[in-house]
């Protein structure tokens, strides 16, 4: 039986992360008067980029088994990671986003690109999860355990029942609060591109990319059980709080005529 503390934080983390962004993105829209174009351009470029591109060139380079090397793996999927977002950042900025281009701008279209990840990694995924926590506690999850389903697909049930079964609420609230960390850090990587747009100082743009491959990096650790949870939060946490400075901070970067073009 997966405990009811567990399904009541499922739900609160899976409303955390479909409404959280639409709260923000209403908000800025009232105090900042954001155009909506450059939110829903950031989330058709999460959608293509990285659930389309970048899954195409896992199945090339992971499937096909190019890289083995689980060190490799985790360097190859956190500049991978990087380079997609950053470079459909530097792309939508540069094409279809031309007139859109002031701080309120930035943060609009991180509004959409962090919030459709938020909603589609953490929402969704919490969604599902809850379905089967309730197809558990109906018994009917044993009875799919009993259809004719292939080898390795009932494993993978058998394995998502455990983890349901042992779900401490503590590690679906930190995992929600994970997607705020995330969204506010996507804020700040659109900024810096922007900026990099605005200035021609393309070498950002590399910064961008390394600093997010860097971010990537704790969770393909503690994926390969490397790092601890507590851990990997922790230092996402931090990077998150110095994200929202930057985030404050940088609108002399836009706004200021004389700051413009000066360093980060």
């Known amino acids: ?69 689980p060190i490799l793996i985790t360097v190859y999927g956190a500049l991978a990671a990087g380079v997609f977002e950053e470079g459909g950042r530097f792309i939508a900025f540069s094409t279809i986003l031309k007139d859109k281009r002031e701080w309120k701008d930035g943060i609009a279209y991180g509004i959409g690109h962090g919030g459709i990840e938020a909603m589609l990694v953490g929402g969704f995924s919490y969604l599902s999860n809850l379905i ?20 390795e697909q009932l494993s993978q049930l058998h394995a998502l029942k455990e983890a349901l079964v042992g779900l401490p609420w503590t590690t679906v609230m930190i995992g929600a609060f994970e997607r705020i960390f995330a969204f506010g850090i996507q804020i700040a990587l659109t900024l810096i591109v922007l900026y990099a747009i605005r200035n021609k100082k393309f070498i ?31 230092i996402i946490f931090a990077i998150f709080i110095v994200s929202v400075i930057f985030t404050i901070k940088s609108r002399k970067l836009f706004d200021d005529p004389d700051l413009r073009g000066t360093e980060i």
């Open 1 to 69: 039986m997966v405990g009811s503390s567990s399904i009541i934080t499922l739900i609160i983390a899976m409303v955390i992360c479909f409404l959280f962004p639409i709260a923000f993105a209403i908000y800025f829209k009232l105090k900042h008067k954001i155009s909506l174009k450059p939110v829903f351009t950031g989330v058709a470029v999460f959608i293509i980029f990285v659930l389309i591109l970048e899954q195409i060139l896992h199945f090339f380079v992971l499937q096909k088994g190019l890289i083995t090397n």
């Open 132 to 151: 089967y926590s309730n197809l558990i506690n109906s018994g009917m999850f044993d009875t799919v355990l009993g259809t004719q389903l292939p080898e």
């Open 204 to 234: 950002y743009v590399l910064v961008a990319v390394l600093f997010h491959a860097l971010i990537d990096f704790p969770a393909a650790l503690f994926q390969m059980g490397i790092l601890n949870l507590y851990i990997v939060e922790t």
